[in-house]
T-cell receptor, first 117, second 111 residues
Framework: SAVISQKPSRDICQRGTSLTIQCQVD?????MFWYRQQPGQSLTLIAT?????????ESGFVIDKFPISRPNLTFSTLTVSNMSPEDSSIYLC??????????????FGEGSRLTVL | KQEVTQIPAALSVPEGENLVLNCSFT??????LQWFRQDPGKGLTSLLL?????REQTSGRLNASLDKSSGRSTLYIAASQPGDSATYLC??????????FGTGTRLTVIP
């Protein structure tokens, strides 16, 4: 399994500001994934963070709104830019298991609960 | 597009009961199916992973089955405990980055 740490665990922000969420993994991983979970909803994939290249965004998500950094194989950040109340969600970082054999099992961080006023 | 449905949306049972949570998916071309547990306001904890070639997986009081041809999976919880209270999510992997989540079943185990 992989141990994933996210910061902050929660925050309350003002409309129009930006917040950067950090994700640290205890082992090197090729791909890291960022998900959003809006209140009462299931998870939606925002983007895949690739080390050494630009992130790959899913339909409906753009780099200007959700810029992602991936400086090395154990760390990534997601920024939520120019926030509005509709951005209030739990943001989750995820990685595929690093132990052999690679079963494709996904592991998640504790999430970052964001409230925009 | 793959659609994942979980029924029921919410379930309350007295402590000690055995229970079954259901997950259905529309496209049987999957790589694997994973069950997660989510406590309120928290992240996801992986419970069981079933590869497309497998029929079931067991971990402690949990047993997950997979019937790919009919597009169904069940999560069986034996001898439920109040600590099992959480939302249970199933997710189907249809490709390298394509993981489709259900909306979850919120389980309450009453002491």
């Amino acid at each position: 399994s992989a141990v994933i740490s996210q910061k902050p665990s929660r925050d309350i922000c003002q409309r129009g500001t930006s917040l950067t969420i950090q994700c640290q993994v205890d082992s090197q991983v090729t791909m890291m994934f960022w998900y959003r979970q809006q209140p009462g909803q299931s998870l939606t994939l925002i983007a895949t963070a690739n080390q050494g290249s630009e992130a790959t965004y899913e339909s409906g998500f753009v780099i200007d709104k959700f810029p992602i950094s991936r400086p090395n194989l154990t760390f990534s950040t997601l920024t939520v830019s120019n926030m509005s109340p509709e951005d209030s969600s739990i943001y989750l970082c995820s990685v595929a298991g690093t132990s052999a054999p690679n079963t494709g099992e996904l592991f998640f961080g504790e999430g970052s609960r964001l409230t925009v006023l | 597009k793959q659609e994942v449905t979980q029924i029921p949306a919410a379930l309350s049972v007295p402590e000690g009961e055995n229970l079954v949570l259901n997950c259905s998916f529309t496209d049987s071309a999957i790589y694997n199916l994973q069950w997660f547990r989510q406590d309120p306001g928290k992240g996801l904890t992986s419970l069981l992973l079933i590869q497309s070639s497998q029929r079931e997986q067991t971990s402690g009081r949990l047993n997950a089955s997979l019937d790919k041809s009919s597009g169904r999976s069940t999560l069986y919880i034996a001898a439920s405990q109040p600590g099992d209270s959480a939302t249970y999510l199933c997710a189907v992997r249809a490709g390298a980055n394509n993981l489709f989540f259900g909306t979850g079943t919120r389980l309450t185990v009453i002491p």
